[in-house]
């Protein structure tokens, strides 16, 4: 167990920039944070926010898990901040880190957030690239250590785009030993750097399986997990989308070829009938209103371990 909440890296743009070790420490620590066994003041901490895209969950739950650690954040609206107008990031990012005290940075390239991190003296958050989306991994797998109580023998399947959500679930598995089973229609594959990097940590590499076959990888797991099939930004490549993931919607059926202890999630927003059915969503063995609260709750442990 750590001694502090101090992370040994300065930023959290990718899941793995923490280690098992950290992110057992932040799950734990969110927990505690839930059930209210413990406080933690920010009181004076400002956390700014930028969103280049669209968001409701990563948004309201980084203002609310600040606001609940003492702390205020600032929403710097893109329309109508100088951001939209195209200021170089080596600008924004040295004026906002001398008044903000971390920042949390939705956009499309992960370059951009990297570049945000280099020129930023205070710490730099992922709330979403087109590469990974490490927040919400975090949320994922407290809600499945709530479930299952440990990794061990947890079989995770995700069902869908091989992107920004698969990617980070399949790095965090890599850290906890999960496995990690991806079935997406061809050509919808996993980002391959993050397969490599996946491959280099685990140490049964039998554990990551990617799969054409939604079936298949149902087959034993205890986790069923989803998200759009088309992205924010793919707005135009939705109706060939649609036709390709057919085949690839959670349901009835397929639930009922996972184990019996099965828990389905999705990180939402959810289009009923293209990923995901309406009685799926509703079903007993969804999780996924507990894993969005749980976005607030792992974010304030991480905000509390980036600040500390
Ligand atoms: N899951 C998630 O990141 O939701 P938002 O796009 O609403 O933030
Ligand atoms: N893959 C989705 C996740 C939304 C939370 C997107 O990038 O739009």
Not at 185 to 195: A, D
Request: hydrophobic share 40%.
């Amino acid at each position: 167990m750590l001694k502090s909440n101090k992370l040994s890296n300065k930023n959290f743009l990718s899941s793995l920039d923490i280690s098992t070790e950290e992110f057992f420490y932040i799950l734990d620590l969110a927990k505690k944070l839930k059930n209210k066994e413990l406080y933690i003041d920010l009181t004076n901490k400002v956390l700014g926010l930028i969103f280049n895209k669209s968001s409701t969950r990563t948004r309201v739950s980084f203002q609310v898990a600040m606001s609940r650690l003492g702390g205020t954040t600032i929403d710097l609206n893109p329309t109508t901040s100088q951001i939209g107008r195209g200021e170089p990031i080596k600008d924004t990012a040295r004026v906002l880190s001398r008044y903000c005290d971390v920042i949390a940075i939705r956009t499309f390239n992960h370059s951009d957030l990297e570049e945000y991190s280099k020129w930023s003296s205070k710490p730099v958050i992922n709330a979403l690239t087109d590469l990974e989306h490490p927040c919400q991994a975090l949320a994922d797998f407290l809600t499945i250590k709530e479930e299952f109580l440990d990794f061990k023998n947890v079989v995770l399947t995700f069902i869908g785009d091989g992107n920004n959500v698969a990617n980070s679930l399949i790095l965090c598995g890599a850290l906890f030993g999960v496995e990690v089973r991806i079935a997406c229609p061809k050509g919808y594959e996993p980002n391959s750097s993050v397969i490599k990097k996946a491959l280099e940590i685990y140490q049964d590499k039998n554990l990551l399986k990617i799969t054409n076959d939604p079936y298949s990888a149902v087959k034993g797991a205890n986790v069923l997990y989803t998200d759009v099939w088309s992205s924010m930004g793919e707005e135009n490549v939705k109706e060939n989308k649609d036709k390709n993931f057919i085949g690839f919607t959670i349901d009835r059926n397929l639930v009922n070829k996972a184990n019996k202890d099965a828990i389905i999630l999705h990180c939402l927003p959810a289009y009923r009938s293209k990923e995901i059915t309406d009685e799926v969503i509703n079903s007993s063995k969804s999780r996924i209103f507990d894993q969005a609260e749980n976005r607030m709750h792992a974010q304030q442990a991480l905000l509390a371990c980036l600040l500390s």
